[in-house]
């Protein structure tokens, strides 16, 4: 049971890092504010996501568990309605 | 297993950290900030993967305080950049 | 190196570092900044002071990180109201040099 | 263990990295933005200290509510020209200045590395005497606080309070008694509003419940505080809110509130303890919170206001 647990964890996590590692890329080599915003949301969403998701099995109480995944929230929540300002921002060429 | 972890929160925080280098480069402000955004989230997520390896007490409260403030240096921004445009002076 | 040693090494390159921001930059603003470094050093080595002072049982020697938490608190009071002068002398004059003599009027002789 | 000292060694690198950039960056808000970053990285770094508590105050007043401070402030006086800050410094200053930071660094360094083996603690004498019989506070921080280094907690809201007065005082006379410019000018987008909606309610029970668990847990008064005038910022930046105008007496009543309780109750500690601000063992923990109420009211109030700047007139921008 515990290495199956190691196991979704070890997955998880590990898909969790790449798309940080995917999200700085982006945001290093992608050519204009705008493209450079749609990697950051994945790194956002997605990394946090799935390092929360593979670390919640791991977690002692439910309540720990809990806090986790509302940390996700809140930052999904914050993500999106950011990207959607800044690019309505980049579109009337505030920068 | 809490080697992988710390492992984890160390790659994170690297790649994160060479994401920076949009501080320097810009060109815009704005890309600037995307860039302390992402160390934001990528400090969350280290934050986390450390505090399960270590088990010091009470990171997952800091977690939460610091998701909580993920949007408030790009909001406090992005009234800024607005006003500008609007004309009505600074 | 513990992470205790460490982190007192790193104030001590935070102070260095803010000092001498503080002494170069023109800007206010800039050495605002720098002021707060120093701060953050001073902070850090308490926080090792905390760390070390951990007796039998316990984790951290909770006086030095009770004062390193006011004064966090201060230190944010005292730049609020560094920000609030430096707006203020901007919107004043349009500039916000602390030169004196860029502030002398050009009729009275450069007086001091 | 042996990643943990390379992830030390890597953060350790980055502040110090982040903290240059602060000092040598051109654009000035590239160095602001660079600070901001800074304060988060350090929050990391108070956690490898094993002080949560002082992470979170960090994070939220040191990354979060100063964040928001400085990039109003570096935005508004980026526009002005680099020539308006006076003239940049010669060589010579800067290497004296080089020098005497390194003399200073070096000091400090030393005396790092050179603290005796056996450190001074009062972590024994704070566990047996702070909490006190009764007043069961499990967290040795809100212990020292409230109970063992209370006077000089009190002072520090009082230091708040005089922050706002000089805030407040650097208005233009006719502006005296109005409220603070509005955080944000133009009306808010509706993404902000979503956004502000949610997240200040929901800010709102985590700081409460990060001040509630603070007598046990990491967490208590500060950072619940300090929380809490994050979440009433927010609010006021989506403009569902507006600062409040200075001359309010509900709002100087409130502003005062916590350190003038803290004070009637320690007054009151030499008369039914055996102290200036001791608490009467029986009465120590619901006192302790009555009081901590109150600054949290008080740090929830000074943070924003200080954020708000001074009065402002209404047709003045």
Same mark, same amino acid.
């Given at each position: 049971?515990?290495?199956?647990?190691?196991?979704?964890?070890?997955?998880?996590?590990?898909?969790?890092?790449?798309?940080?590692?995917?999200?700085?890329?982006?945001?290093?080599?992608?050519?204009?504010?705008?493209?450079?915003?749609?990697?950051?949301?994945?790194?956002?969403?997605?990394?946090?996501?799935?390092?929360?998701?593979?670390?919640?099995?791991?977690?002692?109480?439910?309540?720990?568990?809990?806090?986790?995944?509302?940390?996700?929230?809140?930052?999904?929540?914050?993500?999106?309605?950011?990207?959607?300002?800044?690019?309505?921002?980049?579109?009337?060429?505030?920068? | 297993?809490?080697?992988?972890?710390?492992?984890?929160?160390?790659?994170?925080?690297?790649?994160?950290?060479?994401?920076?280098?949009?501080?320097?480069?810009?060109?815009?402000?704005?890309?600037?900030?995307?860039?302390?955004?992402?160390?934001?989230?990528?400090?969350?997520?280290?934050?986390?993967?450390?505090?399960?390896?270590?088990?010091?007490?009470?990171?997952?409260?800091?977690?939460?305080?610091?998701?909580?403030?993920?949007?408030?240096?790009?909001?406090?921004?992005?009234?800024?950049?607005?006003?500008?445009?609007?004309?009505?002076?600074? | 190196?513990?992470?205790?040693?460490?982190?007192?090494?790193?104030?001590?390159?935070?102070?260095?570092?803010?000092?001498?921001?503080?002494?170069?930059?023109?800007?206010?603003?800039?050495?605002?900044?720098?002021?707060?470094?120093?701060?953050?050093?001073?902070?850090?080595?308490?926080?090792?002071?905390?760390? %070390?002072? !951990? &007796? #039998? @049982?316990?984790?951290?020697?909770?006086? =030095?990180? *009770?004062?390193?938490?006011?004064?966090?608190?201060? /230190?944010?009071?005292?730049?609020?109201?560094?920000?609030?002068?430096?707006? %203020?002398? !901007? &919107? #004043? @004059?349009?500039?916000?040099?602390?030169? =004196?003599? *860029?502030?002398?009027?050009?009729?009275?002789?450069? /007086?001091? | 263990?042996?990643?943990?000292?390379?992830?030390?060694?890597?953060?350790?690198?980055?502040?110090?990295?982040?903290?240059?950039?602060?000092?040598?960056?051109?654009?000035?808000?590239?160095?602001?933005?660079?600070?901001?970053?800074?304060?988060?990285?350090?929050?990391?770094?108070?956690?490898?200290?094993?002080?949560?508590?002082?992470?979170?105050?960090?994070?939220?007043?040191?990354?979060?509510?100063?964040?928001?401070?400085?990039?109003?402030?570096?935005?508004?006086?980026?526009?002005?020209?680099?020539?308006?800050?006076?003239?940049?410094?010669?060589?010579?200053?800067?290497?004296?200045?080089?020098?005497?930071?390194?003399?200073?660094?070096?000091?400090?360094?030393?005396?790092?590395?050179?603290?005796?083996?056996?450190?001074?603690?009062?972590?024994?004498?704070?566990?047996?005497?702070?909490?006190?019989?009764?007043?069961?506070?499990?967290?040795?921080?809100?212990?020292?606080?409230?109970?063992?280094?209370?006077?000089?907690?009190?002072?520090?809201?009082?230091?708040?309070?005089?922050?706002?007065?000089?805030?407040?005082?650097?208005?233009?006379?006719?502006?005296?008694?109005?409220?603070?410019?509005?955080?944000?000018?133009?009306?808010?987008?509706?993404?902000?509003?979503?956004?502000?909606?949610?997240?200040?309610?929901?800010?709102?029970?985590?700081?409460?419940?990060?001040?509630?668990?603070?007598?046990?847990?990491?967490?208590?008064?500060?950072?619940?505080?300090?929380?809490?005038?994050?979440?009433?910022?927010?609010?006021?930046?989506?403009?569902?809110?507006?600062?409040?105008?200075?001359?309010?007496?509900?709002?100087?009543?409130?502003?005062?509130?916590?350190?003038?309780?803290?004070?009637?109750?320690?007054?009151?500690?030499?008369?039914?303890?055996?102290?200036?601000?001791?608490?009467?063992?029986?009465?120590?923990?619901?006192?302790?919170?009555?009081?901590?109420?109150?600054?949290?009211?008080?740090?929830?109030?000074?943070?924003?206001?200080?954020?708000?700047?001074?009065?402002?007139?209404?047709?003045?921008?």
């Amino acid at each position: 049971m515990s290495l199956l647990v190691d196991l979704f964890s070890l997955a998880s996590i590990g898909a969790g890092v790449f798309f940080f590692v995917a999200g700085t890329v982006g945001l290093l080599r992608f050519p204009d504010s705008l493209t450079r915003l749609h990697v950051l949301s994945k790194a956002d969403n997605l990394g946090l996501g799935l390092i929360v998701l593979g670390l919640m099995p791991r977690a002692d109480s439910l309540l720990e568990a809990l806090k986790l995944l509302v940390t996700w929230a809140l930052v999904l929540l914050s993500g999106a309605a950011t990207s959607q300002l800044i690019g309505r921002a980049l579109r009337r060429g505030r920068k | 297993m809490n080697q992988f972890l710390l492992a984890g929160a160390g790659l994170i925080i690297v790649t994160v950290a060479i994401g920076l280098a949009r501080i320097l480069r810009g060109p815009h402000d704005i890309d600037r900030l995307m860039a302390v955004q992402l160390l934001g989230t990528g400090g969350i997520a280290a934050l986390l993967l450390t505090a399960y390896a270590t088990k010091v007490p009470g990171v997952d409260d800091v977690a939460l305080g610091l998701a909580l403030l993920a949007a408030f240096a790009t909001m406090a921004f992005l009234n800024l950049v607005d006003a500008d445009e609007g004309g009505a002076g600074s | 190196m513990s992470p205790a040693l460490l982190s007192g090494l790193l104030g001590a390159a935070l102070v260095g570092l803010g000092l001498y921001g503080l002494i170069v930059h023109p800007h206010p603003l800039r050495k605002l900044l720098a002021f707060n470094l120093i701060g953050s050093g001073v902070f850090l080595v308490f926080g090792i002071v905390a760390r %070390r002072g !951990a &007796a #039998a @049982g316990f984790a951290f020697d909770a006086a =030095p990180q *009770a004062m390193v938490i006011t004064g966090i608190v201060v /230190a944010f009071a005292a730049s609020a109201l560094a920000v609030a002068l430096i707006l %203020r002398l !901007a &919107a #004043a @004059g349009g500039k916000v040099t602390l030169d =004196p003599k *860029a502030w002398a009027k050009p009729d009275d002789g450069g /007086a001091k | 263990m042996s990643v943990l000292p390379v992830l030390d060694l890597v953060l350790i690198v980055l502040v110090i990295g982040l903290a240059a950039w602060t000092i040598v960056a051109r654009d000035i808000f590239a160095a602001v933005l660079a600070y901001v970053a800074y304060g988060l990285l350090l929050a990391f770094v108070w956690i490898r200290l094993h002080a949560p508590d002082v992470a979170l105050t960090e994070a939220a007043v040191g990354g979060g509510v100063t964040g928001v401070l400085l990039i109003t402030a570096g935005k508004r006086l980026g526009a002005l020209k680099a020539s308006e800050a006076g003239a940049p410094p010669g060589l010579v200053l800067k290497l004296v200045a080089g020098a005497l930071a390194l003399l200073v660094a070096g000091a400090v360094a030393f005396a790092v590395v050179s603290l005796p083996t056996s450190a001074p603690t009062l972590a024994p004498e704070i566990a047996a005497a702070a909490p006190g019989p009764g007043a069961g506070l499990g967290n040795p921080i809100t212990a020292v606080l409230m109970a063992y280094r209370s006077f000089d907690t009190m002072l520090e809201k009082v230091v708040l309070i005089l922050a706002v007065l000089g805030v407040w005082s650097v208005g233009a006379d006719q502006a005296w008694g109005a409220a603070p410019a509005p955080l944000r000018k133009p009306p808010p987008d509706g993404a902000m509003v979503f956004l502000a909606q949610i997240l200040a309610p929901a800010g709102a029970l985590i700081g409460i419940h990060i001040f509630w668990v603070g007598a046990d847990a990491p967490g208590g008064a500060f950072q619940g505080g300090a929380l809490l005038a994050a979440m009433w910022m927010i609010a006021m930046m989506a403009r569902l809110t507006e600062p409040p105008r200075v001359a309010s007496r509900r709002l100087r009543h409130a502003l005062i509130s916590g350190p003038a309780v803290f004070l009637v109750i320690g007054l009151a500690g030499a008369f039914i303890a055996d102290a200036f601000f001791a608490f009467p063992p029986a009465l120590a923990k619901p006192l302790i919170l009555l009081i901590e109420t109150f600054m949290v009211l008080s740090i929830a109030l000074a943070l924003p206001l200080l954020v708000a700047g001074p009065p402002n007139g209404s047709d003045e921008p």
